[in-house]
């Protein structure tokens, strides 16, 4: 079964406090995506990768950082989280038609 | 820039009454328009893709159509598990690596 596997599902955590959020995928993609969901606004990219060790920023990529060392895992890394990160952040695997999207971290900055 | 913008931000309707959703895009040129579903607490799923101009894509209920500053996803006769929040996103041909999404239409059907 196709999957996108995101954790923690749910977080609560300190400004300035680090965190990474994992997402992995079995599908073979090459392209995995992150983006973040906020009232208003809908979704909107943080960054992507087009394979193992190719990044590139989305839209919004500051104050994030990610890596793609394997092709399955492409975690999201929070160096310093600010309470303006609190938002859903969805994981993606795959483009367009192809895309499947994991099921949600939400964060909370405080 | 690439825009879209989705109207209504939500809508009510009654099981079986037809209705339609607007998705407006502006974008330098257009490689793809998607459809996704979207339930609480679950990332999107995908409904359709339309390329160009004219095509209409159907399943069950729906139906997407395109034209060149927009599409419309048409519900005809829905029932209550149709409830969701639709999602219309864009890729331009040029920068194609992403998709730039509106905001959303939240629809309620009530029984």
């Known amino acids: 079964e196709a999957q996108v596997t995101q954790n923690p599902r749910y977080l609560i955590t300190v400004t300035g406090k680090k965190l990474t959020v994992t997402c992995s995928q079995n599908m073979n993609h090459e392209y995995m995506s992150w983006y973040r969901q906020d009232p208003g606004l809908g979704l909107r990219q943080i960054y992507y990768?087009?394979?193992?060790?190719?990044?590139d920023k989305g839209d919004v990529p500051e104050g994030y950082k990610v890596s793609r060392k394997e092709k399955r895992n492409f975690p999201l890394i929070l160096e310093s989280p600010s309470p303006n990160q609190t938002s859903l952040y969805f994981c993606?695997?795959?483009?367009?038609?192809?895309?499947?999207f994991g099921q949600g971290t939400r964060l909370t900055v405080v | 820039e690439d825009q879209v913008t989705q109207s209504p931000e939500a809508l009510r309707l009654q099981e079986g009454e037809s209705s339609s959703l607007n998705c407006s895009y502006t974008v330098s040129g257009l490689r793809g328009l998607f459809w996704y579903r979207q339930d609480p607490g679950k990332g999107p799923e995908f409904l359709f893709t339309?390329?160009?101009a004219g095509e209409e894509k159907e399943k069950e209920r729906l139906k997407a159509t395109l034209t060149k500053k927009e599409s419309f996803l048409h519900i005809t006769a829905p029932k209550p598990e149709d409830s969701a929040t639709y999602l219309c996103a864009v890729q331009a041909i040029q920068g194609a690596q992403k998709l730039v999404f509106g905001q959303g239409t939240r629809l309620t059907i009530n029984p």
């Open positions: 990768s087009m394979n193992v060790e190719v990044t």
């Open positions: 993606a695997s795959g483009r367009g038609a192809e895309a499947f």
């Open positions: 339309l390329y160009s």
